[in-house]
């Protein structure tokens, strides 16, 4: 098929062709928009209907719940829950000493040490425990592992010898002190 028109014609339909759909792509951009302006207003008068409702069950359960014994129970429970809050508060910062004497006697001991005295100290305002344990060790290197094992347990902390605990070789007599956390 040929075209004939001349070029000033054909530009011409060209925007006749171009302005009609503009026209109808703005219709439908138009009627969308409205669409949408509707859903949200009928939407809008939706959830105040129902703040409306929840506002009116409101102010009758204040009604029905708003008598003296309920309100005295109300403060009573208020006050067993403060109650509990500072007792749970305290109980948090207690140090279990049956704790720290289970992780004393779970300590590994190399063979060759024997325990013969052990102390439990809670250090004020702190969630530490000072322990001292002495005791006796066939050798220095025994009582050297048993540094070693002290050392090496996370909750175990500051592992201290006297330094005469070192000057023998044989037959040591020792104390070492520790915090737990």
Same mark, same amino acid.
């Given at each position: ?6 070029? @000033?014609?054909? =530009?011409?339909?060209?925007? @006749? ?16 928009? &409205?669409? /949408?302006?509707?859903? /949200? ?19 009758? +359960? ?5 008598? #003296?014994?309920?309100? +005295?129970?109300?403060? *009573?429970?208020?006050?067993y829950? +403060? $109650?509990?809050?500072? !007792?749970?508060?305290?109980? =948090? ?8 004497? +289970? ?16 102390? !439990? ?12 344990v002495?005791? *006796?060790?066939?050798?220095r ?5 048993? =540094?070693? *094992? ?11 010898f #006297? #330094?005469?605990?070192?000057?023998? $070789? ?5 104390? &070492? *002190?520790? @915090?737990?956390?």
């Amino acid at each position: 098929m040929i075209n004939l028109l001349p070029p @000033q014609e054909k =530009r011409d339909l060209y925007s @006749q062709a171009q302005t009609k759909l503009a026209i109808v792509l703005g219709n439908m951009a138009l009627i969308v928009v &409205v669409c /949408l302006l509707l859903m /949200l207003i009928s939407l809008k008068f939706y959830l105040l209907g129902q703040v409306d409702y929840y506002q009116s069950l409101l102010q009758i +359960a204040e009604k029905e719940y708003g008598t #003296p014994s309920i309100l +005295a129970a109300k403060e *009573t429970v208020k006050n067993y829950n +403060a $109650d509990l809050a500072k !007792i749970d508060a305290f109980y =948090r910062q207690q140090n279990n000493l049956s704790d720290a004497l +289970a992780l004393v006697s779970t300590i590994q001991k190399p063979p060759g040490i024997h325990f013969s005295g052990i102390s !439990i100290a809670r250090e004020k305002g702190a969630m530490t425990m000072l322990v001292t344990v002495s005791g *006796t060790s066939d050798t220095r290197d025994t009582l050297i592992a048993l =540094r070693d *094992t002290l050392s090496k347990n996370p909750k175990i902390q500051n592992v201290a010898f #006297p #330094p005469d605990s070192w000057t023998k $070789d044989s037959a040591i007599d020792f104390q &070492v *002190t520790f @915090q737990i956390h």
